[in-house]
């Protein structure tokens, strides 16, 4: 099953050829990590899961996504970094309690600590302010990393180290993004080649206040000077950037003419287009193999209503691979020509109903419910996760681009918007687990 993990032609494969494989795989990932991680044994052992035999004995052994913030948020407010470790270690297959924290001052310094042992920890904030934070062994990174190589850009192009590569983002720091530069950076640039347009590392200590804040705001609970010095600090980040991306655009714009491989967010792409009209550079005057890829969030942020299509008029005929993928998962489903993604061989799908509870029975057609998964890459962690992703998925045996299905529709929203809680039946039952195997 790694073989098919990282092979190119992996999503040319059925669903009657892989499925067989899966279960066995699932099977055998289990029986390794149950007596690895407590919280996996704990939950087989309640819900009487010796053997996974079929995909409906995956559904109860699956975590919900909130269990990686599970920790008590004075550990973090006390520098109770011995107690964090033994919290990431309830969720690991490695015990991390005798990683050296000897005067750790903050959660970027302990997650530096984890590295240097040998685990590395992505983290990611949301709304809430409450760090996520999901251990991976440098195996898991390494074959991420392959898989990675081969699923970026499909079907329509191959990395290749061909590129002028143009990432709008930092390119250091514990986040999946970041990671996914870097990745960009390595299987995509020519030497020399790579050009970021932030250059401080992202530190998801700056992101958890910030969040915060924010919802303190909301509340109405932010002091005036909290606000203050919040929007002091912003302003000088701004300027810290401001300075570097007209030098950025420029240059981005003075290779236009050989093939370039830019990711960035919708408002940055339109910088971009500004600067370039400014310029007097008319649209649709990209190299046609430059892959242009384009996405995120724009809430909050003042946009045209017809960005999408001022994007894509500006770069014109070139190539926009996709992708559907989170933090919680190793292995990312590349968009097809019929905008369908794609599920690669290492990676099960289960949908259920909303609470998260049941796998929807669907042989064929196209089923909406909650998206979950067991990635087969991770071994430094259970892999199986419930998302709060809505999709829908279409069980049938051809997508209408011709390859193998089942697929995903590019329809994918959250049960619950920003701010808003997210109820998954089995979340209250696995934080008890964690709870229970700290006190041990």
Known sequence: MIEMILEEDKFDHTGAEIEPMQIEAANALFLD???????????????????????????????????????????????????MLA?????????????????????????????????????????????????????DRELKHRHFRNAVGWPFVKAGNQYDVFWTGPIEGPNSAIEAGQMSRDHWARAGAFHNLIKEPLRITDVAETAALNRRMREGKASPSEIEAFQQKNAEAGKRISAGIIEFIDTLLEKRHQPVYVNGLWAQHMQIIERARSKGIPDGDFHPDSVINAGGGIKGIALPD?????????????VRPGAYGMTEMAQVMPRCEAGRYHRPPGLIWLQLDQP???????????????????DLIYTGRWGGCITGDKVEIDWGDTCPCGRPGPTILDTIVRYAQAGEEDHIGCAGTIDGYVKGAMAQ
């Open 33 to 83: 990590l149950r007596g690895k991680i407590p919280v996996l044994d704990r939950r087989a052992r309640e819900a009487g899961i010796e053997r996974i035999k079929r995909f409906e004995d995956i559904v109860p052994l699956l975590f919900a996504h909130t269990v990686y913030k599970s920790y008590p948020e004075s550990f973090i407010e006390k520098g109770r970094w011995h107690r």
């Open 87 to 139: 919290w990431l270690t309830t969720l690991s297959a490695d015990d991390w309690t005798h990683v050296d924290v000897e005067g750790v001052k903050d959660a970027d310094e302990w997650l530096d600590r984890l590295k240097a042992a040998g685990c590395t920890v992505l983290a990611t904030s949301g709304s809430s302010g409450k760090c996520s934070f999901l251990p991976a062994s440098m195996k």
């Open 306 to 318: 017809d960005y999408k299509e001022q994007v894509a008029a500006f770069y014109g005929d070139v």
């Open 356 to 374: 998260g509870e049941n796998l929807i029975n669907a042989s064929e057609g196209v089923v909406e419910g909650r998206f979950a998964f067991l």
